[in-house]
């Protein structure tokens, strides 16, 4: 389902990718197309992992996962994508402040992070506890989302589409 100014629709199409989720992770060619980064926000350092070219895809981890929970999908969207695997703050290779694990907070850095990289408005996945921070980013920054897929903790499965710079 799509919310768009209040409309029910139908999602956008979307291709579907063959991925074997079982077969074995090969660094040496991810680290091709991907790189490791990291980035001050907010006044933290922020971890990352980008590759890929064109319309940007930022995916956030789970609790408590890392980006390198998305490492076996990231190549597939790779293909049509510049993916941005985040480690939020708190997790992986990111700072871990004592203060700002709120929705907003992290809204916030992944705002300051995308306004930095400069890739324009973005696809965004969240999913688990990062589900909230999806659904903040997009509530807050409707004109910087294109597509919003957000699944987890106390909110409803819902897939944001913005039309006209609302969610």
Not at 153 to 166: D, L
Request: aromatic share 10%; with cysteine; net charge positive.
């Amino acid at each position: 389902m799509v919310v768009t100014n209040q409309q029910v629709m139908a999602p956008a199409p979307i291709t579907p990718v063959e991925i074997d989720l079982y077969a074995a992770f090969e660094p040496t060619t991810f680290f091709r197309t991907f790189r490791h980064a990291s980035i001050q926000v907010n006044g933290i350092k922020l971890h990352y992992v980008i590759g890929g070219q064109a319309e940007p895809v930022v995916l956030l981890n789970g609790y408590p996962e890392t980006w390198y929970g998305w490492r076996k999908i990231m190549p597939a969207l790779a293909t049509r994508h510049t993916v941005i695997a985040v480690d939020v703050r708190g997790t992986g290779a990111s700072d871990k402040p004592i203060h700002g694990y709120d929705a907003r907070t992290i809204g916030s850095d992944i705002y300051q992070l995308v306004q930095q990289l400069n890739v324009g408005s973005i696809h965004l996945v969240a999913y688990d506890i990062t589900g909230r921070v999806g659904y903040a980013y997009a509530a807050t920054y409707p004109k910087e989302v294109r597509y919003a897929s957000v699944d987890g903790n106390a909110t409803a499965r819902i897939w944001v589409r913005t039309s006209n710079g609302r969610c």
